[in-house]
């Protein structure tokens, strides 16, 4: 892990005198992998470069949500012009309706949205609205898929839990907590059985339709078909969760790409442009019941924030552009391969999942097809990878359970220098276990 020298020293040591942690979310705190958080200073297309003044190739892209890349020109301009004009009103305004539209037209299952500034406030969102529309309280979750930090999805939920080694979050009142059902992801028999258990009790199942929150999990073929043929017939309603996947794998959602149309979905990241924005949406007979319509309230100050909602027109029109998504997944796709082949030759126990500009790479020797799959990874030796790369500036999550993002600002030199820096860590971990 590098030494952090005098300016990233002197922030850490305020920080941690007022920031919790140092930091203002857990993942950041890079407690999985050993030494201190890093500062970053600036960053622009797909580098970022730390309060020291180092340059990495950064494959976090501030979480998945700089598809484009960091300061995307024509972002950053639309920003500075809103900004000139008002940065908040507290009122309605065209912009977020243009943004909607442009959403709906987008993704057919959702015929009317509301914009929220957060994943957390969508998810949240949803499941309420899911349970006042079919006055059922029980919502059924996948683990190892996080939904945000809501109470009602804080069991083993993925990602930024499985980090820290938390299962479950103290603060969450038990009766809620058996209000939601757990189930291993890309297995329907749990999930029609816990149908059976609870005839008429099930308000949602809430899914993210490629998991990327205990590391990349695709979904298996039929998966996805079968919940929705579940929640259909009991009654209940299918949420997406596309927060990492909307706008991530083609131009609109997974729900596009592998032709399942679900009930509610929840967006995010990318939807805002890099700025904070969410939203929740789907048929118009739910979104029917959110208040001022129907009884269901909620509500935020800052909710279709015109800065974000221009810099979400602005990346919308660039992600709409033809072949966007095609180069994108195309330079994903031979990264990908290009790493698995680096494996097989320094053969070490890993794999890479992936599913377009998505993946994860493994430190396991079985296929990683669900949560418990994922759990059996060897953390020490991610970390010790992690604390490698990032010495050799390539800057990917500071967890096993996270995602590599890919985005349209990586260039092929980019990538390359990334695939030198990963094989001689492997070449070198090899000759190390030999000795």
């Not at 924030?305 to 180069?327: H, S, V």
């Not at 126990?349 to 377009?356: D, K, Q, T």
């Not at 020490?380 to 359970?401: C, D, K, M, Y």
């Amino acid at each position: 892990m590098q030494n952090k020298s005098s300016r990233t020293i002197e922030i850490l040591e305020r920080a941690f005198k007022s920031l919790v942690g140092g930091v203002n979310s857990p993942v950041r705190a890079f407690q999985s992998v050993g030494g201190a958080p890093l500062i970053a200073e600036r960053a622009s297309g797909a580098h970022l470069w730390d309060a020291d003044g180092r340059e990495y190739i950064d494959f976090i892209g501030s979480w998945g949500a700089l598809i484009l890349g960091h300061a995307n020109p024509a972002v950053v301009a639309a920003i500075q012009e809103q900004a000139a004009r008002g940065t908040s009103y507290g009122m309605t305004t065209e912009l977020e309706v243009e943004l909607a539209e442009r959403i709906k037209r987008a993704i057919p299952s959702i015929e009317k949205i509301r914009f929220v500034s957060s994943g957390t406030e969508a998810t949240m969102s949803a499941a309420r609205l899911a349970r006042g529309f079919t006055k059922r309280d029980f919502i059924l979750k996948f683990e190892g898929c996080y939904h945000g930090h809501a109470d009602s999805f804080l069991s083993e939920a993925g990602s930024g839990l499985a980090t820290l080694g938390i299962a479950s979050s103290p603060g969450v009142p038990e009766a809620l907590a058996a209000l939601t059902l757990n189930t291993p992801y890309n297995d329907l028999g749990t999930v029609e059985k816990l149908f059976a258990a609870h005839p008429d009790k099930i308000a949602a199942v809430i899914v993210e339709p490629v998991a990327a929150n205990m590391g990349v999990v695709p979904p298996e073929p039929g998966f996805l078909e079968g919940l929705r043929e579940i929640t259909r017939r009991a009654g209940a309603l299918l949420i997406f969760d596309e927060v990492i996947t909307g706008f991530r794998l083609c131009y609109g959602g997974a729900q596009s790409l592998y032709k399942i149309e679900p009930d509610l979905t929840t967006l995010g990241k990318i939807i805002g442009g890099g700025l904070p924005v969410a939203a929740y949406g789907g048929r118009v007979e739910i979104m029917n019941h959110v208040a001022p319509l129907g009884a269901v309230y909620q509500a935020g100050t800052l909710s279709g924030n015109p800065l974000a909602m221009r810099a979400g027109i602005e990346a919308l029109k660039q992600l709409e552009e033809p072949g966007f998504y095609g180069a994108l997944n195309k330079k994903a796709g031979r990264f990908v391969e290009a790493l698995r082949g680096a494996i097989r030759e320094a053969g070490l126990a890993a794999r890479v999942n992936s599913c377009g500009s998505l993946a994860t790479l493994f430190f396991s020797e079985a296929p990683v097809r669900n949560y418990a799959d994922a759990k059996k990874s060897d953390t020490r030796r991610f970390a010790a990878f992690f604390g490698a790369v990032l010495e050799r500036g390539i800057l990917v999550a500071p967890s096993q359970f996270e995602a590599l993002f890919i985005s349209a600002a990586h260039t092929e030199a980019d990538l390359e220098a990334t695939l030198s820096a990963v094989s001689r860590w492997l070449y070198e971990s090899r000759r190390g276990s030999a000795d």
